[in-house]
């Protein structure tokens, strides 16, 4: 009877190991997806939509480069000025981009031939998720100039 007692609580114990594994493994999984940048798509041959997409992710790019600076504090002490003013800039280009996203959709969705209209509304729609997430990290990119500045 104790054999069969101390096999039932190793099998246990390695299951309850094995599902703590597991679920870290999802964890850091999970992670890495919301690190995930986003990747500009191919021209799709309508300039008002090309050039929307390049301004867009020109912009996401810029702002990717920001975080990566500020990263790492240490390198960034004296480009704090000119990174808070270029974040300010980068605020208002992304809200006048956004501002033309319905139109530039608009455009896009009458393209001919469908499958042309379907791709220059994908490439739209990525643009303005660059454009969101580009002003989502603004706020928190400009709380560790401060952070940094009082230090």
């Not at 994908?122 to 560790?144: D, H």
Request: proline share 3%; charged share 30%; aromatic share 4%.
């Amino acid at each position: 009877m104790k054999k069969i007692t101390k096999i039932l609580f190793i099998a246990l114990f390695i299951t309850g190991v094995s599902t703590e594994a597991y679920a870290q493994k999802e964890k850091k999984e999970k992670k890495e997806k919301d690190v995930k940048t986003l990747v500009k798509p191919d021209a799709v041959g309508h300039s008002a939509t090309d050039d929307y997409v390049n301004a867009s992710f020109n912009l996401y790019e810029k702002n990717q480069e920001i975080t990566k600076t500020l990263a790492n504090p240490t390198d960034n002490v004296d480009d704090l000025g000119s990174i808070k003013s270029d974040l300010e800039t980068q605020s208002k280009e992304a809200a006048q981009l956004l501002g033309k996203s319905s139109d530039v959709l608009t455009e896009a969705k009458s393209i001919t031939p469908k499958t042309n209209s379907l791709k220059a509304v994908k490439a739209v729609n990525e643009a303005t998720k660059a454009l969101n997430e580009t002003q989502k990290a603004i706020p928190g990119q400009l709380e560790q100039i401060k952070n940094q500045e009082s230090k």
